[in-house]
């Protein structure tokens, strides 16, 4: 495990090349990505099977459009009554957020349910192939999670099996101004794992044990990983879905995160190989994904007065 900037660096190449060859070195990246989850809960990824000139494409795409006209970029906003497990399209976090960004959200391509703006040309393309290497990469980290996990070989694999709730967004975040340079509030993510790409200009930061906000740098090339909430209470707290938040530089930022998810109707609870079989309480009590989910876009859409009223994974804590 090397260091580059304060993440450490897992080098996925030994899981693309065949043989016995590549057995020690996929022990060693595993063994590395087991350090990152029990103490940071992030890491880059470099050889990580997602084309670095892809990744640039779609950034530079992206920053095409948007800047567009917010009339041209509203034109990209979901349907009424879209069967989407979030509302797929364009969006801009509203006023009263005191996060300050907007997105592109896009699901599987083959569910029928994104809306494309129709410029600029190629945005489109470079977004879904971005997409279905996202997902590789997602079932690639999620495997190497089962064996830092110590599960039974496929376990993850089987319990989370349908992909249709696992989404990109793509965004922007507007320059700071002297008053105030918010773009995401201090957060965790709910989901399972998050793969962020990111253009040069930095500002995405992650808690530390010590309470210190480490920087996750930009490197090109590069892809930050981190693990979401359903890992944590599968593991019992084992590994951390860590806090992060984004702050605003003086310049626009682009990123597209995918969220690697778990269906809605899937029922959470820490698994027996974290509590029962080694003698330990569970930490959290089980409950339905979709309900979760639901919770946490309420907390987006109608942001709570209080701090302490925002639904966090503590709200199923025992
Ligand atoms: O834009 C980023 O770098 C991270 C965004 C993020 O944390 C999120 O969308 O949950
Ligand atoms: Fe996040």
Redesign the pocket.
């Known amino acids: 495990m090397a260091a580059s900037g304060a993440l450490p660096v897992v080098d996925l190449a030994p899981f693309f090349t065949d043989g016995d060859e590549g057995g020690a070195s996929r022990a060693r990246a595993t063994e590395a990505v087991r350090q990152a989850c029990r103490t940071h809960g992030f890491f880059r990824v470099v050889n990580h099977g997602v084309p670095a000139h892809l990744m640039a494409r779609a950034l530079e795409l992206s920053s095409a459009f948007f800047a567009l006209p917010d009339d041209d970029k509203a034109r990209a906003r979901a349907p009424e009554g879209s069967e989407a497990p979030l509302p797929a399209g364009y969006a801009r976090q509203p006023a009263h957020s005191a996060d300050k960004n907007e997105y592109l959200l896009v699901f599987g391509p083959k569910l029928g349910f994104n809306v494309y703006p129709a410029e600029p040309s190629g945005f489109r393309e470079a977004v879904e192939e971005c997409y279905t290497k996202l997902t590789e990469l997602g079932l690639l980290v999620q495997e190497v999670l089962n064996e830092c996990m110590d599960l039974p070989p496929g376990f993850l694999t089987d319990y989370n099996s349908d992909r249709s709730f696992d989404f990109l967004?793509a965004?922007r975040?507007f320059p700071a101004t002297e008053e105030e340079d918010n773009?995401?509030s201090a957060?965790e993510?709910g989901n399972c794992i998050?793969f962020?790409i990111?253009d040069g200009v930095g500002?995405?930061e992650v808690l530390n044990d010590d309470g210190d906000w480490v920087p996750a740098e930009p490197v090109e090339g590069s892809i930050?990983v981190n693990l979401g909430d359903v890992i944590q209470v599968l593991s019992n707290n084992k590994l951390k879905s860590a806090t992060?938040r984004?702050v605003r530089k003086p310049v626009h930022r682009h990123?597209f995160?995918f969220f690697f998810n778990i269906h809605g109707a899937k029922w959470i609870e820490p698994l027996p190989e974290f509590t029962a079989k080694i003698g330990e309480a569970a930490r959290y009590r089980g409950f339905v994904y979709n309900e979760y989910m639901q919770l946490r876009m309420r907390n987006k859409t109608h942001p709570p007065a209080r701090p302490e009223d925002v639904v966090h994974i503590t709200h199923y804590a025992i």
Do not use: C, M
């Open positions: 967004a965004l975040y773009g995401i957060h993510d998050t962020v990111q500002g995405l930050i992060h984004v990123s995160v």
